[in-house]
């Protein structure tokens, strides 16, 4: 299984960003499909989790982020993706994908750098 990601960038606060993430490989089923970032000398911290459930899906999103991401999932496309809106500096970090497949385990993209000036 591999995970390609992109839309990282450099904007401004206030601005917005999409990344995207679209899974290829051997994949039977996705049962979750996750955005994390890690900022320089801190911990990996989840943005937003999409879940697909037998009648229907699930969202959690980060605290700091609740309200201004939005994560959407395009199932035929194997791709999730993130819309940020209004962010702010503490919003730099390198953004990374996360799959769970239903056969276990999991599998981490590349990481795409967001950078937010102020």
């Known amino acids: 299984v591999q995970l390609q990601a992109c839309g990282g960038g450099l904007v401004q606060a206030g601005g917005s960003l999409r990344l995207s993430c679209a899974a290829s490989g051997s994949i039977f089923k996705i049962m979750r499909m996750a955005w994390y970032r890690q900022a320089p000398g801190k911990q990996r911290e989840l943005v937003a989790m999409?879940?697909?459930?037998?009648?229907?899906?699930?969202?959690k999103y980060g605290d700091s982020v609740r309200g201004r991401f939005t994560i959407s999932r395009d199932n035929a496309k194997n791709t999730i993706h993130l819309q940020m809106n209004s962010l702010k500096p503490e919003d730099t970090a390198v953004y990374y994908c996360?799959?769970?497949?239903?056969?276990?385990?999991?599998?981490w993209g590349q990481g795409t750098q967001v950078t937010v000036s102020s």
């Open positions: 999409f879940t697909s459930g037998t009648n229907a899906n699930f969202i």
């Open positions: 996360n799959l769970i497949p239903n056969t276990g385990g999991q599998y």
